[in-house]
């Protein structure tokens, strides 16, 4: 319920597999989002929101379902970070 209608309940199932290769420098990632095959009700939510005798309204939102990603990243150099920091004035023991 809201202040002035409801809203239904709405849920975003999603499935994701990832694999590393080459040392850890190739990296693939299969996702399924927005989970359904036609026999769920997922990504679908209705709104609706009225006050007595004034107005009444709903809305109803349909998401794009059962979409699949396929991502593939790879790392080409893997250098180790090189920062250097200063010493402070209160010496290496301030913290």
Do not use: C, H
């Not at 929101?49 to 991502?71: G, K, P, Q, S």
Request: charge should be neutral; hydrophobic fraction near 35%; glycine fraction near 4%.
């Amino acid at each position: 319920m809201t202040a002035q209608g409801e809203d239904s309940r709405y849920y975003t199932p999603n499935l994701t597999f990832q694999k590393s290769f080459l040392d850890n420098r190739l990296k693939a990632t299969l996702q399924w989002l927005n989970i359904d095959m036609g026999l769920l009700n997922t990504n679908e939510q209705r709104i609706t929101t009225w006050r007595a005798d004034e107005f009444y309204t709903t809305t109803n939102y349909i998401y794009e379902v059962d979409m699949i990603v396929l991502n593939l990243s790879y790392i080409f150099k893997n250098g180790k970070n090189k920062s250097k920091f200063i010493d402070s004035e209160f010496g290496k023991r301030e913290f």
